[in-house]
Every structure is written in structure tokens, then in C-alpha cells.
């Protein structure tokens, strides 16, 4: 399993804070996907708003070292894009799967999305 604590102390503590805003605020695709997932209803434990690196990710699977994201409509401007891909490579870096999914696919293919999740973590 990687530490948990992989940022430095200092922005840990303001980004376990920033965690704990974006739980209490989830959008309605991360509660869709968080209902499937919590509970070790797939066989592993998941952690939600989850600070990582200097990063706050939306799911993750410790055990499996495996990072959902979940993007909206923002994710597809330029600068949000690229700030994406910089922090999938610094995740994927420090030993990290990452997949993604837009707000479109949980919310309307909830049961694919759950499938391709379960195919990643038999596959890790």
C-alpha cells in the first residue's frame, strides 16, 4: 500500500481541509458513483475527496492503487485539460492508475461505468 501522506505536511493539512469542503459538496455524478462504490460494494475499500501528492482526487482504491476521476463540463477547456494531464502524470508517476469518466457517463451509463471499474481493479 502507498502513504497516505505522499504531500507535505504543511499542504496536507490545507488540503485535507479543501477534502473535506469538496465531500460536504459533491456533485450529483460523484454521489451517483459513490453510492456504487462505497462499502467495499466492488471488494475494496474506496476513499472519496482523498488528498494524494499535492492533490485532492475524487475516489480512490489504496489497495489497488487506483484513482477515479470524475470530470465536468470544465475539464474540457484548454488550461483545465492541460492541468489534467500534468496531474495524471504526476499521479501515474508516483505509482498510480488513474481513469477517468465524464459526468454524462455516470450519471446515464452508471452500470458500464461500475463495470469498467471492476474490469481496472481485476486487472491491477
Not at 469538496?22 to 475527496?49: C, D, I, K, P, S
Not at 470544465?74 to 495524471?88: I, M, P, S, T
Request: proline share 2%; glycine share 4%; with cysteine.
Amino acid at each position: 500500500m502507498l502513504n497516505k501522506h505522499l504531500s507535505s505536511p504543511d499542504r496536507y493539512a490545507l488540503l485535507k481541509n479543501f477534502a473535506r469542503q469538496n465531500r460536504a459538496n459533491m456533485t450529483l455524478a460523484e454521489q451517483v458513483l459513490w453510492e456504487r462504490v462505497r462499502g467495499h460494494q466492488l471488494g475494496y475499500t474506496f476513499l472519496r475527496q482523498c488528498p494524494i501528492f499535492d492533490y485532492i482526487v475524487d475516489f480512490i482504491c489504496r489497495d489497488k492503487a487506483l484513482i477515479i476521476e470524475v470530470d465536468g463540463a470544465y475539464h474540457l477547456e484548454r488550461d483545465q485539460a492541460e492541468d489534467d494531464q500534468v496531474r495524471q502524470h504526476d499521479l501515474e508517476h508516483i505509482g498510480f492508475q488513474v481513469i477517468r469518466f465524464t459526468n454524462e457517463e455516470v450519471l446515464f451509463n452508471t452500470e458500464e461505468v461500475v463495470n469498467q471499474i471492476k474490469i481496472t481493479l481485476d486487472n491491477l
